[in-house]
Each structure stands twice: as C-alpha cells, then as structure tokens.
C-alpha cells in the first residue's frame, strides 16, 4: 500500500496560535483531502482539493482554516487561530485519477490545543 | 440513523472465529471503503467496493454490499489477536466532483486470544 506520510506526528500549541499542519504527497496522486477525528468521534470531512484549488468543504472548515499546496511540494493546513475544540487528528488523504480509487491516509497528526 | 452506521458498535470473540460487522448508508454511493484503526493511530485501507459490485473478497476479508439496502458487510473468517481494531466503513457521493468519505461511527473489534 502506498505510504503517506505527515508531519509532525504530535503538536501542542496554546490556544490563538497558528499551526501548520503537513503532508507528503505520492508522486501520482491528484487529489488531496483532510479530515479530523476528535477524540472518541467519527471521522470528519474538511476539505478535499484538486489541481490547486479547493472542491469541497465542509461546515467546519471556516475562515480559520486554509489548505495550500505550493509549487506542487506538501500538501499543508493551516490552522490560523486555534481553538480548545481544535485538538483532533488531523488525517490527510490522497487518491490517484480515478473517483474509484482508494484514499490512502497518512497516519495523522495529533493536535492538542490548550 | 446517520449516513455510515456501523453495527454493532462493540463486538468480542474468539480467537478464530469469524467476526462481521455491518453498514448501513442513507445516500446513493459511488463505492464504499472498509478500514481498520489501531487505537490512537492512523486508517488502514482494508478494501473497496463499488457500488456495481455485490461481493468481493481480500484474503481473509469479504465484504458484500446491498444497494438496494443500503448497506455493506465485512466479514473477516478466523480472527487473530491482531486484528483487535476499530473498523469503519466509508461511503464516497456518487455525484461527479463529491467523492469525500463519509465515515460510520465504527465496530470496535476485541479478539480474545
């Protein structure tokens, strides 16, 4: 199974402060996504991207939140202002070309806001 | 119910007996994911399934998915300690442009060795 990887794997922050979130991409994978699972919760959609441009988001992802992927290198959320029910995993998730294929996400980031 | 409801949401067995979980979806899908979860660590792709597809199997795993239903199951025959796990079913939209993964709430699986 192909690998992604992200970094860092944990991340302490105080509450008002900007986190940047990353992820490594597959070399042929097109599609990026983040979703977050809080602790004991399901596993939430925030935003999926596509050829440098956001295609979905969800309700979650609101002004404090932006995704970018510069010059076609990681694949990073940024978080601008964190908030105590900010502290989540943050997955990233990728696919190939097809909407058939599988998402393959890294292993997350565990955020803790205090 | 939600969409990607798994049932049920705690099961214990025997080491090597078989284990099955069930799904249950709201909208209609383009294919369905299975994947596994170690405590506190990342998702594991176990299987996909389209939504043409009734039955597919992958090594000890065998899912089958119902559209008419609305649901999926996940079969995994002669359990391992190992595969002590959370398992979570996905659904991606079946629109062109919403192939997000919506996540059941998950099946936590103990294998009692």
């Known amino acids: 199974e192909p690998e992604v990887t992200q970094t860092p794997s944990h991340q302490v922050t105080q509450m008002g402060q900007e986190v940047i979130l990353r992820c490594v991409p597959i070399s042929n994978h097109l599609y990026f996504y983040w979703y977050r699972q809080i602790l004991g919760q399901k596993v939430e959609f925030l935003v999926s991207f596509y050829n440098n441009e956001i295609s979905e988001k969800s309700e979650i992802f609101d002004d404090q939140f932006s995704v970018e992927r510069p010059d076609g290198s990681n694949f990073t959320l940024k978080i601008r202002s964190t908030k105590l029910e900010d502290s989540a995993m943050y997955f990233c998730?990728?696919?190939?070309?097809?909407?058939?294929?599988?998402?393959?996400f890294g292993p997350g980031t565990r955020l803790l806001v205090l | 119910s939600q969409q990607g409801e798994e049932d049920p949401q705690a099961l214990s067995i025997q080491e090597g007996e078989n284990a099955t979980m069930n799904c249950s979806y709201k909208t209609s899908i383009n294919n369905l994911q299975w994947y596994r979860q170690n405590s506190g660590r990342g998702l594991v792709h176990l299987i996909l399934?389209?939504?043409?597809?009734r039955e597919k199997h992958s090594g000890r795993l065998r899912v089958t998915l119902d559209t008419s239903k609305k649901s999926s199951s996940l079969l995994i025959t002669a359990s391992r300690a190992a595969d002590t796990a959370s398992y979570f079913c996905a659904t991606a939209g079946a629109n062109f442009g919403n192939e997000k993964l919506t996540f059941g709430t998950g099946t936590r699986l103990t294998i009692i060795p």
């Open positions: 399934i389209r939504s043409n597809e």
């Open positions: 998730a990728e696919r190939g070309t097809s909407v058939q294929e599988t998402q393959y």
